[in-house]
């Protein structure tokens, strides 16, 4: 039966129009190349090869749940998008003739919520980047791509939730200017979230930035400092 649906999903989903305009290529020497761009169904395999190269801890930052892999089915709904109610970027490494995902980052739109006042579209984001591949900036840019494609898709919020030890994913956040507050419900997590409008995303930032420090500090002096 899962095959069966699988094969559906596939005869169903069709690209109305690849937005190759945010493709971006960068050399990094050596002949070698990474390449940021929106993801693509052929991309399953790739797909999920990151994610089961992640070590537990790494999976577990990223779905917040002790899983092993992806489902082929989970596959299918992750690679398979339409590029504005779900949108997702990888990031590949490509040496000759062989190509591997290290990052991906997406946002999926919030459905609209009656009991919402400001009437202002949002976004839940996430982001993984290979483990080997951390440090290098890829996560800013992953992210800084995600916040250009959201804007132009006139969203005002992306929102997301980092586990309180995950304190570099949490600094990765403050340098991308998002507030981050610890969970209300779930002391283990911090809410993020950043505003993409104008002057409401810059008072916004401000306002958070001496309370988020002085509440993160104190939980992440002696936190490991792996993450996406």
């Known amino acids: ?5 699988t094969d559906a999903s596939k005869a169903c989903y069709q690209i109305n129009r690849y937005p190759t305009e945010w493709i971006d290529v960068w050399p990094i020497g050596h002949g070698d190349q990474l390449t940021l761009r929106p993801i693509l169904p052929q991309d399953q395999q790739m797909l999920a090869r990151l994610v089961q190269g992640l070590s537990p801890a790494g999976r577990h930052n990223r779905f917040h749940a002790g899983i092993k892999g992806l489902s082929p089915q989970w ?3 992750l690679t398979e ?3 504005v109610q779900h949108m997702a970027f990888v990031v590949t490494h490509r040496t000759g003739s062989e190509e591997e ?8 739109v919030d459905a609209v919520d009656a009991s919402q006042t400001d009437g202002m579209p949002s976004a839940e984001f996430a982001l993984t980047v290979a483990e080997t591949w951390q440090r290098r ?8 791509a995600l916040i250009v494609v959201a804007r132009e898709h006139n969203l005002a919020w992306l929102h997301g939730d980092v586990l309180a030890d995950n304190a570099g994913m949490l600094a990765l956040m403050q340098r991308c200017h998002f507030a981050c507050t610890p969970s209300q419900d779930d002391e283990r997590m911090f809410s993020v979230e950043r505003c993409l409008s ?4 810059r008072q916004h930032s401000i306002a958070h930035t ?3 420090w002085s509440r993160w500090l104190p939980q992440t002096r002696s936190a490991s400092w792996s993450h996406s």
Do not use: C, F, K, N
Request: charged letters at 20%; a negative charge; proline letters at 0%.
């Open 1 to 5: 039966m899962g095959t069966s649906q």
């Open 75 to 77: 596959l299918s709904r």
């Open 81 to 83: 998008i339409d590029y």
């Open 101 to 108: 995902i290290v990052a991906e980052a997406r946002y999926a």
């Open 137 to 144: 900036g890829l996560g800013l840019r992953a992210i800084s």
């Open 198 to 201: 104008g002057h409401a995303e």
């Open 210 to 212: 001496d309370s988020w």
